[in-house]
T-cell receptor, first 114, second 111 residues
Framework: DTAVSQTPKYLVTQMGNDKSIKCEQN?????MYWYKQDSKKFLKIMFS???????INETVPNRFSPKSPDKAHLNLHINSLELGDSAVYFC?????????????FGSGTRLTVV | SQQGEEDPQALSIQEGENATMNCSYK?????LQWYRQNSGRGLVHLIL?????REKHSGRLRVTLDTSKKSSSLLITASRAADTASYFC???????????FGSGTRLLVRP
């Protein structure tokens, strides 16, 4: 069973479109994250949710809106896509009282805006 | 701003040799973690070292932490071709619900 699963794996879309990426974890973790990895492999946190509450919003444009319907899911909706949004987006989860195990990452969604 | 800087940016070694990667960071930390990323895949947690620890081992991995110099190193002994990947350090700062990642080291282990 995949611990953190993201869909879709690949997403190619035109500028101006709206798209969503879904993430689900079956680890029972209480915290979920979205990270963006650019073409230089630089990983930057975008959002963090703890028990469905938004904890971190790292100066991400308003066009990006996360939504956590329950502890196991964290989706990312992006409006009016721009060329600069092209990147790999990673979902991750962790258990705050068990930080020793670190984060568990999904396999990523490669977004290409044309 | 980026918390961690890693060096070298890229490292190429022969199978069987040891690989050492270094990470420097800027602020006080709770712990420092190392992750591996294979090409086209997500990151995999390797090892965590707490701020009050100086050295930790896990299999062929050895991590050191020097909080006075704000630096850490990851040593992979007896490397294998399967160790080829990018390696990232990440700092856990003030229980802030986020890990801040370094810039990564690309390791190539030649068979």
């Amino acid at each position: 069973d995949t611990a953190v699963s993201q869909t879709p794996k690949y997403l190619v879309t035109q500028m101006g479109n709206d798209k969503s990426i879904k993430c689900e974890q079956n680890l029972g973790h209480d915290t979920m994250y979205w990270y963006k990895q650019d073409s230089k492999k630089f990983l930057k946190i975008m959002f963090s949710y703890n028990n469905k509450e938004l904890i971190i919003n790292e100066t991400v444009p308003n066009r990006f809106s996360p939504k956590s319907p329950d502890k196991a899911h964290l989706n990312l909706h992006i409006n009016s896509l721009e060329l600069g949004d092209s990147a790999v987006y990673f979902c991750a989860s962790s258990q705050q009282w068990d930080r020793v195990r670190g984060y568990t990452f999904g396999s990523g969604t490669r977004l290409t805006v044309v | 701003s980026q918390q961690g800087e890693e060096d070298p940016q890229a490292l190429s070694i022969q199978e069987g040799e040891n690989a050492t990667m270094n990470c420097s960071y800027k602020t006080s930390i709770n712990n420092l973690q190392w992750y591996r990323q294979n090409s086209g895949r997500g990151l995999v947690h390797l090892i965590l070292i707490r701020s009050n620890e100086r050295e930790k081992h896990s299999g062929r991995l050895r991590v050191t932490l020097d909080t006075s110099k704000k630096s850490s190193s990851l040593l992979i002994t007896a490397s294998r071709a399967a160790d080829t990947a990018s390696y990232f350090c990440a700092t856990d700062v003030d229980s802030s619900y986020k890990l801040i990642f370094g810039s990564g080291t690309r390791l190539l282990v030649r068979p």
